[in-house]
């Protein structure tokens, strides 16, 4: 895609987005080292985002540039801080330095990761042959990495940000803004709870989130992407956070749902599951397709059940559809989904994560289980038949053929009842005896999570499942 025409789009729903407009300047003093510089890196003149153009930004940062520091360097951590740190080095308003958290290891040849990533500008075990860049630093020590930053990134697997938050108490700048990349959502006593709710709450600052179609790999060599920034109400935040991370080839918008774009960059990881089952049941196109239809159903339904605050739209930016095809079609989700499918169901997720991934972590599996969670305590289950059957199977109460036998129009709550009131079924195939649920499992849903408009969905899909 030339970038002519990236410059030319109308970016931004609800905003004043434009790319292009031409006041970007190299930071003066910036640190550079040529050869580690892409197009974009060695481009002054050029912007990007959906943020202020003329002088807005400058002029708000002109006290004291951010500074920004990045919590994790996995595989789409150390993406995400290469991002930043160009922008760093060539935007005035940004500190040159971009400080990462590395959760410390010591790699096979007894060196510690931390060390190597400061001594070659890359991170050999989660992404190995790309330089993140001069201005990186890596820091096993929490509370250095993120003394004075002004701009915190936290981007790790979703099951480690409450120990993270724990330890970040009292260390932050009070002023902090924050943004999370991850992909995943919790289950508190008191309910679910999204990632950025845990940061926000836990730390007492705003948070929004950054999702999209991004397997971190692609991004790294720089081939052309998209992602979504959704806030609650600070949109000049929002703009300074398109700034962190845009680039050409990383097209970044924004849109006031972060409920809505946190939930499809959460619920997609499921689907992603159940299209890696499909793949590696050897099934083609049509089925995978139609795996993605129910599963973007499902996923609409259960956010707005949540939230009805999210808005249809944000299904179709980046983050909602975009993210779904390229994560069904190539993430890790599915990759270890297929190999699960190809053994039978025989061998674990978590054996099997082990095995394929090298240190990297799958979301999809918790996700099903924290998500079934709640489906389970609210009597939605029949409602969700695709999420409800792949934490059946991630769990090994069902086959991996399960997921195109039961995907809306069997009886789910025969086989999760049996799981859950009668324990585990230990053999397949689970029976399709019919079993009234009680009188409270019926219950419906509390009526703040359920407008009529959605009862009325949820009802319908409710009936087109059931034989
Ligand atoms: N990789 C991608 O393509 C991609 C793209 C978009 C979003 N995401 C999301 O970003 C988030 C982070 O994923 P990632 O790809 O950067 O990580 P990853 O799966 O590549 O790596 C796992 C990370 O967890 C760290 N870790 C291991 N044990 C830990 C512990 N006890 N405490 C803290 N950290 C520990 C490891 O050091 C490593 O940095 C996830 O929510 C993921 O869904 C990933
Ligand atoms: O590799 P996955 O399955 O964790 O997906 C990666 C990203 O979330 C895709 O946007």
Redesign the pocket.
Known sequence: MPWSACFMAERTRGGSGRIGGGRGQERPGAATAAADRSAWDMAPGLDVGSGTRDGGLLNSYEAEPDRVAVI????????AARLAATNARRLPYFQDEVRVW??E?KLSNGELLSDVINKTQENVK?LPNVKLGPNVVADPNLETAVKNATMLVF????Q?IE??CQKLKGKIRPDAKAIS????MEMGDDGPRLISREISEQLGIDCSVL?GA????EIAVEQFSEATVGYRDDKETADKWVQVFGTPYFQVTHVQDVEGVELC?TLK?IVAIAAGLVDGLGMGNNTKAAIMRIGLKEMILFSKLLFPSVQDATFFESCGIADLITTCLG??NRKVADAFSKHGGKRSFDELEVEL?N???L?GVLTAKEVFGLLKAKDWEESFPLFSTVHAIATRHLPPSAIVEYSERAPRKIVLFNLYNFGAATSFPVSRRSVSPSKEERSVPPTQMSPSQLMEDARQIKNSASI
């Open positions: 994790g360097s996995g595989n789409w951590g150390s993406v590395v959760y290891e989660y981007v790790m697997p979703h480690f120990g993270i990349l991850i992909k995943g999702m991004n397997i971190a790999n960059g990881n993430g890790r991934l240190g990297q972590k979301q």
